[in-house]
């Protein structure tokens, strides 16, 4: 039975109410820079959710600043969608009272703010999502009222060009445009004409030329010249006893020195083990300066990415056999495709964290300092739905069964690779995580894991790899954790005995017993040992940041 009382227009309403305060301020959809504050005071009420663009890289940090000069007297209690907290004005929200909870993915550079200000009880951390978790919620209970964006160009009609760094901004959009929200878009300047339309103009409500193009992080590059000979070994042990044991050709690398030596030595090492062509050829992954070697030597045949990077621009142009690039030449990336490509597409993802407990548990949520998790939860994560084969997902699936008369499935590899002291002497392995803790602090019912130990099929240390899919039960588990933990507590807990039958049937592996030497694992193996190296590999397309130029 209908209810002929019942308003189903209650949004379109709201959002022409929202647009009608503004008459006096804009001019079609273009607003003033200097009536970015008073917009925002007019479109944005007391409670609503409102998603602040703030990617890895790509911030929308002229929009943020306008919003932390809001009157707390009139813009008050809003609920922040996010997926990096990583500016100081997006914690300055909470100490002004203008923002009271959010739900973010990564915090970055302002974790240990974070923590300070849910110790302080000024702000309400709901969930540390993954990306994917918190663009699916975007369209179903975390929808926004506001989205503000930031893009590259607008033209005269309000379409949008995003450039390499699309990101996050179409998923931000589409949920925010079709459920009556506003979107507002920063943007660094106006053309007349766009070389392609990343965002319709039917999809924005108002534009705003910024005063100075928006900030984007270089997050992914990494001197060649601050690897270690550590980080070398570890790297060959991945290549060696992970990558060709496995015929791991799909693989997401997370960031890190550990993982750039592992790039570095694709076309050195990987190369004298004759793995070109057999590993490391389709990658879901950012444009790393430290892939430009191997993607010169022949042994990447694609990447596509979440965000850009700075300085890659010209030499993702020049390669659009392997970027995924339009017809300007320009690459887009697309953050929640990228992710769903890493979670589903491909067999590996290997990378950091700050702690590990005994059942391969990790976290960088820890004491004093809640980074967030970002993608890793997704790409270090078994795809249970997954249903295509490849060797490496059989061959992973078939170990995790050890025999056992059980339906098979294959399984997807997530490594863990850290070194087992991190910066400060903090030792990686902990009997228990910090996040339980943080769990009761936050007033979350469970603990906030990264990545949960019964997805993890590897750790890797400077110690040699655990294989975790070849434990028989959750003591050996221990054991194998230990056993690579170096000299940590919880390395020093280890049974010996228990270790060294571990290693007998290889669930443990030393360096040496993949044929490595430690004397070989030396940083003259990288295919480049500085910046200057890496743009001499690109024939002078890579044009890095200043702060990376020390010539």
Same mark, same amino acid.
């Given at each position: 039975m209908?209810?002929?009382?019942?308003?189903?227009? +209650?949004?379109?309403?709201?959002?022409?109410?929202?647009?009608?305060?503004?008459?006096?301020?804009?001019?079609?959809?273009?607003?003033? %820079?200097?009536?970015?504050?008073?917009?925002?005071? +007019?479109?944005?009420?007391?409670?609503?959710?409102?998603?602040?663009?703030?990617?890895?890289?790509?911030?929308?940090?002229?929009?943020?600043?306008?919003?932390? =000069?809001?009157?707390?007297?009139v813009?008050h209690?809003?609920?922040?969608?996010?997926?990096?907290?990583? @500016?100081?004005?997006?914690?300055? @929200?909470?100490?002004?009272?203008?923002?009271?909870?959010?739900?973010?993915?990564?915090?970055?550079?302002?974790?240990?703010?974070?923590?300070?200000?849910?110790?302080?009880?000024?702000?309400?951390?709901?969930?540390?999502?993954?990306?994917?978790?918190?663009?699916?919620?975007y369209?179903?209970? @975390?929808?926004?009222?506001?989205?503000?964006? =930031?893009?590259?160009?607008?033209?005269?009609?309000?379409?949008?060009?995003?450039?390499?760094n699309?990101?996050?901004?179409?998923?931000?959009?589409?949920?925010? %445009?079709f459920?009556?929200?506003?979107?507002?878009?920063?943007?660094?300047?106006?053309?007349?004409?766009?070389?392609?339309?990343?965002?319709?103009?039917?999809?924005?409500?108002?534009?705003?030329?910024?005063?100075?193009?928006n900030?984007?992080?270089?997050?992914?590059?990494?001197?060649?010249?601050?690897?270690?000979?550590?980080?070398v070994?570890?790297?060959?042990?991945?290549?060696?006893?992970? &990558?060709?044991?496995?015929?791991?050709?799909?693989?997401?690398?997370? !960031?890190?020195?550990?993982?750039?030596?592992?790039?570095?030595?694709?076309?050195?090492?990987g190369?004298?083990?004759?793995?070109?062509?057999? !590993?490391?050829?389709?990658?879901?992954?950012?444009?790393?300066?430290?892939?430009?070697?191997?993607?010169?030597?022949?042994?990447?045949?694609?990447?596509?990415?979440?965000?850009?990077?700075?300085?890659?621009?010209? &030499?993702?142009?020049?390669?659009?056999?392997?970027?995924?690039?339009?017809?300007?030449? %320009?690459?887009?990336?697309?953050?929640?495709?990228?992710?769903?490509?890493?979670? &589903?597409?491909?067999?590996?993802?290997?990378?950091?964290?700050?702690?590990?407990?005994?059942?391969?548990?990790?976290?960088?949520?820890?004491?004093?300092r809640?980074?967030?998790?970002?993608?890793?939860?997704?790409?270090?994560?078994?795809?249970?739905?997954r249903?295509?084969?490849?060797?490496?997902?059989?061959?992973?699936g078939?170990?995790? +069964?050890?025999?056992?008369?059980?339906?098979?499935?294959?399984?997807?590899?997530v490594?863990?690779?850290?070194?087992?002291?991190?910066?400060?002497?903090?030792?990686?392995?902990?009997?228990?995580?910090?996040?339980?803790?943080?769990?009761?602090?936050?007033?979350?019912?469970?603990?906030?894991?990264?990545?949960?130990?019964?997805?993890?099929?590897?750790?890797?240390t400077?110690?040699?790899?655990?294989?975790?899919?070849?434990?028989?039960?959750?003591?050996?588990?221990?054991?194998? !954790?230990?056993?690579?933990?170096?000299?940590?507590?919880?390395?020093?807990?280890?049974?010996?005995?228990?270790v060294?039958?571990?290693? =007998?049937?290889?669930?443990?592996?030393?360096?040496e017993?993949?044929?490595?030497?430690?004397?070989?694992?030396?940083?003259?193996?990288?295919?480049?040992?500085?910046?200057?190296?890496?743009?001499r590999?690109?024939?002078?397309?890579?044009?890095?940041?200043?702060?990376?130029?020390?010539?």
């Open positions: 209908s209810n002929k009382d019942t308003n189903w227009r +209650r949004g379109v309403a709201s959002k022409a109410a929202r647009v009608a305060r503004t008459a006096d301020l804009a001019d079609g959809r273009r607003v003033a %820079a200097e009536h970015a504050t008073a917009l925002l005071e +007019r479109v944005i009420e007391a409670g609503d959710r409102v998603c602040l663009e703030g990617n890895n890289q790509k911030q929308a940090d002229f929009l943020a600043r306008a919003l932390a =000069a809001v009157d707390p007297a813009i209690d809003l609920h922040m969608l996010q997926s990096v907290v990583a @500016l100081p004005e997006h914690t300055a @929200l909470f100490d002004k009272g203008i923002a009271r909870e959010i739900d973010f993915s990564f915090s970055g550079p302002q974790g240990t703010r974070l923590a300070s200000l849910v110790e302080a009880g000024k702000i309400r951390i709901n969930a540390i999502h993954t990306y994917l978790e918190l663009f699916g919620r369209f179903v209970d @975390l929808t926004p009222n506001v989205a503000l964006i =930031a893009a590259e160009a607008a033209d005269a009609a309000g379409n949008l060009y995003t450039g390499p699309t990101e996050d901004t179409p998923a931000i959009v589409e949920a925010t %445009a459920k009556n929200g506003i979107v507002i878009a920063q943007v660094n300047e106006l053309r007349e004409g766009l070389p392609r339309v990343d965002i319709p103009a039917d999809w924005v409500d108002f534009v705003i030329v910024a005063p100075k193009p900030y984007i992080e270089p997050l992914f590059t990494r001197d060649p010249a601050q690897i270690s000979e550590i980080q070994l570890m790297a060959m042990m991945v290549i060696k006893g992970i &990558y060709a044991e496995y015929g791991v050709k799909r693989l997401n690398h997370g !960031i890190g020195f550990d993982t750039a030596a592992i790039e570095l030595l694709l076309p050195t090492y190369e004298s083990l004759g793995l070109k062509g057999k !590993i490391c050829t389709h990658w879901a992954l950012n444009p790393h300066p430290a892939l430009i070697p191997a993607i010169e030597a022949g042994f990447v045949e694609s990447v596509h990415s979440f965000g850009s990077e700075l300085g890659m621009e010209a &030499y993702i142009a020049a390669r659009p056999d392997v970027f995924f690039t339009g017809r300007d030449g %320009a690459m887009r990336s697309n953050r929640a495709f990228c992710q769903a490509a890493g979670h &589903y597409a491909c067999d590996l993802f290997i990378g950091s964290t700050l702690q590990i407990d005994l059942q391969g548990n990790s976290s960088t949520a820890t004491k004093g809640i980074a967030g998790f970002g993608g890793a939860p997704n790409m270090g994560a078994d795809a249970r739905g249903r295509h084969e490849s060797a490496a997902w059989v061959k992973a078939e170990e995790a +069964r050890q025999g056992r008369d059980v339906m098979p499935r294959g399984r997807k590899l490594v863990q690779m850290v070194e087992t002291f991190r910066e400060h002497m903090a030792p990686a392995f902990v009997e228990r995580l910090d996040a339980w803790d943080l769990a009761e602090t936050m007033g979350l019912a469970n603990p906030p894991v990264m990545i949960f130990g019964d997805d993890v099929t590897h750790v890797v400077e110690e040699g790899i655990a294989n975790l899919l070849l434990c028989r039960d959750l003591d050996e588990r221990e054991q194998a !954790i230990r056993g690579v933990a170096g000299y940590t507590a919880v390395g020093l807990g280890r049974d010996r005995k228990k060294d039958e571990l290693r =007998a049937r290889g669930v443990i592996r030393r360096a017993d993949l044929g490595i030497a430690h004397r070989d694992a030396r940083c003259d193996l990288l295919a480049a040992r500085s910046v200057k190296d890496l743009v590999a690109s024939g002078g397309l890579y044009n890095p940041p200043s702060r990376f130029r020390n010539w």
